[in-house]
């Protein structure tokens, strides 16, 4: 009987370090992404990249090459309600995003994607469609399609036009870092 405590302590930790340690990308991650002016750099790429550094709510952009290997890496920005996608260190498409609404804030800070499913439906919110999901943490955040009216409407996801999330879908892994900014 001794060993209870120690066991109420294995179990503890068993039960919650994966939760915490899911929740945001690794220490690594989070230190080469943390105060780097990720948005303001990204806007500058699409103008490099695509020409423009204005889009229509639900408008998307990808480029005609993309490299076949390198780690995919997504921005998004809260104030723009815009996402980047960069693909070994080019920026590879950008979207408009829509991103939670007041009460239900989208959280920021850098993140790994925690798992992937091409159909799925919300737990919280009448079943809600979130296809093409990305799971960003344990408490129901994550990226999928879904309606983008280019201003803050989710409940705390951030939405993509559909056609921008499956292909998305694609090209990002488990583990794929996503840096959230104000």
């Given at each position: ?11 503890a930790?068993a039960?919650?370090?994966p ?5 945001a990308?690794?220490a ?7 105060d780097?002016g990720?948005p ?8 490099d ?10 408008q ?16 998004i ?10 693909r ?12 939670g609404k007041?009460?239900h ?11 992937k ?6 737990n ?15 408490y ?13 409407a989710?409940?705390g996801?951030i ?10 879908f694609?090209?990002?892994t ?9």
């Amino acid at each position: 009987m001794r060993n209870v405590p120690f066991a109420r302590a294995l179990v503890a930790l068993a039960l919650f370090t994966p939760l915490a340690l899911s929740t945001a990308a690794t220490a690594a991650q989070q230190a080469e992404y943390a105060d780097s002016g990720q948005p303001v750099q990204a806007r500058a790429d699409m103008i490099d990249t695509f020409g423009t550094a204005d889009l229509a709510a639900g408008q998307y952009r990808w480029a005609n090459d993309i490299p076949t290997a390198g780690l995919t890496r997504i921005v998004i920005s809260l104030t723009d309600q815009m996402g980047y996608v960069y693909r070994a260190g080019e920026l590879i498409g950008v979207t408009t995003i829509s991103s939670g609404k007041t009460d239900h804030e989208t959280p920021t800070g850098t993140f790994a994607i925690l798992g992937k499913e091409k159909v799925h439906h919300s737990n919280s919110y009448d079943n809600a469609s979130m296809p093409f999901m990305q799971r960003l943490n344990n408490y129901g955040v994550a990226l999928h399609g879904g309606n983008n009216p280019g201003y803050p409407a989710s409940h705390g996801c951030i939405r993509l036009p559909m056609k921008f999330a499956a292909r998305l879908f694609e090209l990002t892994t488990t583990g794929s870092p996503v840096i959230i900014d104000a």
